[in-house]
């Protein structure tokens, strides 16, 4: 667990965020034991702006994967991630109820929840 919390951090210190200057980073960790980060990009037109959640899934389906076990965020306060970034993890967990999200702020504090818990409703084709 400390090995991705450690990325999400390390992914945060390089978000590019001049705009909102809210810097976040994300790691995932796949059934494969593999960790895929990233880290949110902002943009002057703010709807082009990339979330971190949403890169680190980028990142873990270029290389080949395309399910998550339990992913880290990393933020100044422990911040969830936004419903749009709530909606992509749910494509991508098998389970929902089993998927781990660990919200990492930069104090320490750590806040722990079950996908299902921050998007109880969401879309599921399946």
Known sequence: M???IE???QA???AHAPY???KVGAAIRTPAGRIWGGC???NTSYPMSMCAERNAVAAMVLGGENQ???IAVATRDGGTPCG???QVLLEFSHDPAE???RLIAEDGAAAEYKLIELIPHGFRST
Request: proline share 0%.
């Open 2 to 4: 400390s090995d991705l």
């Open 7 to 9: 990325a999400a951090r």
């Open 12 to 14: 945060r210190e390089n």
């Open 20 to 22: 909102s200057h809210y």
């Open 40 to 42: 949110n990009v902002e």
């Open 68 to 70: 998550i076990d339990e």
């Open 84 to 86: 749009g970034c709530l």
């Open 99 to 101: 998927t781990v999200v």
